[in-house]
């Protein structure tokens, strides 16, 4: 069973920063793309930013580009996401995921519906 375990959530004011990170149990997910994911209250889960496997490309969000910036370390079967200048509307639960087919671009991002697994969650408040 693959595990995703997110951590570095939490509350911060309008204008910080936040750096939230997932590590996987399973080395074999460096052949996959993985992403992130939010949801705030209300509204539907919605892809933030992704990257391919070797970093080949990443994808953003227009309401977070230049913003957030996605990475990952295979060796340590992590992927991070930098949260930069963040806003009220940044305000949701972040999930981590894995995309379901091996070596595709990370713009599966558009498509929550096909990631094969998911993290458990972690909350991300800003504060105005």
């Known amino acids: 069973q693959v595990r995703l375990v997110e951590s570095g959530g939490g509350l911060v004011q309008d204008g910080g920063s936040l750096n939230v990170s997932c590590t996987a149990s399973?080395?074999?997910?460096?052949?996959?793309?993985m992403g992130w994911f939010r949801q705030a209250p209300g509204k539907e889960r919605e892809g933030v930013s992704c990257?391919?496997?070797?970093?080949?490309?990443?994808y953003y969000a227009d309401s977070v580009k230049g913003r957030f910036t996605i990475s990952r370390d295979n060796a340590k079967n992590t992927v991070y996401l930098q949260m930069n200048s963040l806003k009220p509307e940044d305000t949701a639960v972040y999930y981590c995921a894995v995309d379901a087919i091996a070596y595709a671009s990370s713009y599966y991002c558009h498509n929550p519906e096909r990631n094969a697994y998911w993290g458990q969650g972690t909350q991300v408040t800003v504060s105005s």
């Open positions: 399973e080395r074999s997910l460096a052949f996959y793309s």
């Open positions: 990257i391919s496997p070797n970093d080949e490309t990443t």
